[in-house]
Nanobody, 125 residues
Framework: QVQLVESGGGLVQAGGSLRLSCAAS????????MGWFRQAPGKEREFVAA????????RYADSVKGRLIISRDTAKNTVYLRVNALKPEDTAVYYC??????????????????WGQGTQVIVSS
């Protein structure tokens, strides 16, 4: 069973930074490419960033490019999302997801088979 556990969300002032974490089992981490999505109140879930199994490929949504960094730590079986220069419009529940497309970095939610429970990020102005 694939389990993904996000952490690191919270309340932060605009302009600040956060690092979100997503912990997975070792088998999951070495088998699946990983992605982050977010869902703001009243809006659809949107793609944020993705990273392939071997870290050879990363992909970012145009709306966040330049402010986010996705990375993965094989020793800790954890994928991270660093969000810099936070804006109030970054307020959302952030979800970690895993796709069987190991060396690809899809930006579509339907490509991801497994999801975490989400971590809330609130950015105050």
């Amino acid at each position: 069973q694939v389990q993904l556990v996000e952490s690191g969300g919270g309340l932060v002032q605009a302009g600040g930074s956060l690092r979100l974490s997503c912990a997975a089992s070792k088998r999951t981490f070495t088998t699946y490419a990983m992605g982050w999505f977010r869902q703001a109140p009243g809006k659809e879930r949107e793609f944020v960033a993705a990273i392939s199994v071997n870290e050879g490929h990363t992909r970012y949504a145009d709306s966040v490019k330049g402010r986010l960094i996705i990375s993965r730590d094989t020793a800790k079986n954890t994928v991270y999302l660093r969000v810099n220069a936070l804006k109030p419009e970054d307020t959302a529940v952030y979800y970690c997801a895993a796709t069987r497309r190991r060396f690809d970095v899809p930006g579509i939610a339907d490509e991801y088979a497994y999801w975490g429970q989400g971590t809330q990020v609130i950015v105050s102005s």
